[in-house]
C-alpha cells in the first residue's frame, strides 16, 4: 500500500477559508514534502519538514509532522481561488541510500471565487 | 530556478511504434526520474537514474527502458507501445534522491 496517503480526497471551501489537508504515512522517514500541481502541469515542491521539525512556515503555507502519529498536515491560511490544484504529500520510501519519494494519490482543492 | 523541459506536451503514437520521451533539465541535478500519472492511481516511478549510465527499475519498468547518456538528458523508451500506456508522463531531477524534485510539465501520451 501506498507509503503516503492522502485525506481528503477532495475539498471544497468558499475564497478566503483556510484549506487544511492531511497525510499518514507508514514507516519513519528522515523528511516529508508537499507538492502542488495544477491542472494538466507538473508537481511544484511546496515546502520540506524534516523528522526533528514539528511546525514550518512559507507564506500563507503552515506545516506540521507529528513523527508520533505518523501524520503531517498542510494548512492553507485565507485560501485564493488560485489555491485550486492538486495537493501530494511525498515521504522517502526508506533510509537506504537509493530510497526514492513515494507521492500519495493526491487531494483536490477547489476554491470557490 | 531549475528547469526540467520535456520535449512534447502532447503525443499520439500507434500500437507497436518504438516511442522517445525526453527530458532535459539545467541544473546539474545527479538525480533524474520518469513517472506515470493515471487518474486513481496517482504518481508511480518507472525508472531513476543517480548518475550518467546508471539506472535503476522503479516500481513499474515493465514495457520501458531509459537511457542516461549526459548528466542533463534523460530519456524514456517505450520499446512497443501499448494502449495500456497511455498516460501521462513526468519527468524529474533533484540534486538528491531525497531532495526535493522539479518536475517538468508532462507528456500527455495517447496511444491509438
Known amino acids: 500500500s501506498q507509503q503516503g496517503e492522502e485525506d481528503p480526497q477532495a475539498l471544497s471551501i468558499q475564497e478566503g477559508e483556510n484549506a487544511t489537508m492531511n497525510c499518514s504515512y507508514k514507516t519513519s522517514i528522515n523528511n516529508l514534502q508537499w507538492y502542488r500541481q495544477n491542472s494538466g502541469r507538473g508537481l511544484v515542491h511546496l515546502i520540506l519538514?524534516?523528522?526533528?521539525?514539528r511546525e514550518k512556515h512559507s507564506g500563507r503555507l503552515r506545516v506540521t509532522l507529528d513523527t508520533s502519529k505518523k501524520s503531517s498536515s498542510l494548512l492553507i491560511t485565507a485560501s485564493r481561488a488560485a489555491d485550486t490544484a492538486s495537493y501530494f504529500c511525498?515521504?522517502?520510501?526508506?533510509?537506504?541510500?537509493?530510497?526514492?519519494?513515494?507521492f500519495g494519490k493526491g487531494i483536490t482543492l477547489s476554491v470557490r471565487p | 530556478d531549475v528547469k526540467v523541459t520535456q520535449s512534447s506536451r502532447y503525443l499520439v503514437k500507434r500500437t507497436g511504434e518504438k516511442v522517445f520521451l525526453e527530458c532535459v533539465q539545467d541544473?546539474?541535478?545527479?538525480?533524474m526520474f520518469w513517472y506515470r500519472q493515471d487518474p486513481g492511481l496517482g504518481l508511480r516511478l518507472i525508472y531513476f537514474s543517480y548518475d550518467v549510465k546508471m539506472k535503476e527499475k522503479g516500481d513499474i519498468p515493465e514495457g520501458y527502458s531509459v537511457s542516461r547518456e549526459k548528466k542533463e538528458r534523460f530519456s524514456l523508451i517505450l520499446e512497443s507501445a501499448s494502449t495500456n500506456q497511455t498516460s501521462m508522463y513526468l519527468c524529474?531531477?533533484?540534486?538528491?534522491?531525497?531532495?526535493?524534485?522539479?518536475f517538468g510539465d508532462g507528456t500527455r501520451l495517447s496511444i491509438l
Open positions: 511525498a515521504t522517502p520510501r526508506n533510509t537506504g541510500a537509493n530510497s526514492k519519494l513515494t
Open positions: 519538514i524534516r523528522s526533528n521539525e
Open positions: 524529474a531531477s533533484s540534486p538528491g534522491v531525497w531532495q526535493p524534485q522539479h
Open positions: 541544473m546539474d541535478h545527479e538525480n
